[in-house]
């Protein structure tokens, strides 16, 4: 009996420890895309389309086509700003302290885009990536984003539920003013 009660105890635990291994390190929480919009004030310069693409019942892809044209300077600036709203509702979007503050691009590439986009979008899109630190110029290139899933590298562990507005901004003078908003819906991820 006593030899019983150890190998259905140390298997329990055995059965825990894995439990905490596999959720230890991971995002606690899903998503849903509810909205992605996409704007350029100069489409000649850059041209930019997006969409939420269902791909099962539950399941959902970002797919966008970037068509870039023009020259990026020391002068372009991008800057993001993150919402969280319980409902939904437009006037309920609370801004979050999680944002890119105002910087120059190329800044940008070497934090923000090297930790987060590159990690999220790499392998569903033909973004450049960059081992080391960037060297200008940005290519001019036809970008594409084919049925994106995001993981979650780089991004906070722990979010609470509800709804997410980002809303990300690149311009510069001379330059066309784009970027993209998307909302979210983030549930609890159940193991």
Known sequence: MLAFELVTTSTRIGIVCILFHLTAASRKWDYEPILLTATSSDESKLKFEAKIERLGRSDYGLSAILEWKYDTNEETMVEAQAYRSNSGDESDYKLLPWAIPKQPFYDYINTYYKDVISKNLGYCSNLPKY????????????????????????????APPGFYKIVFTKFGPGQPTWGFTAVFKLTNKIF
């Open 131 to 158: 081992e080391d630190k960037f060297q200008p110029p940005w290519p001019k290139n036809t970008y594409k984003l084919d049925k994106c899933k995001i993981g979650g590298d780089g991004l906070p562990e722990i």
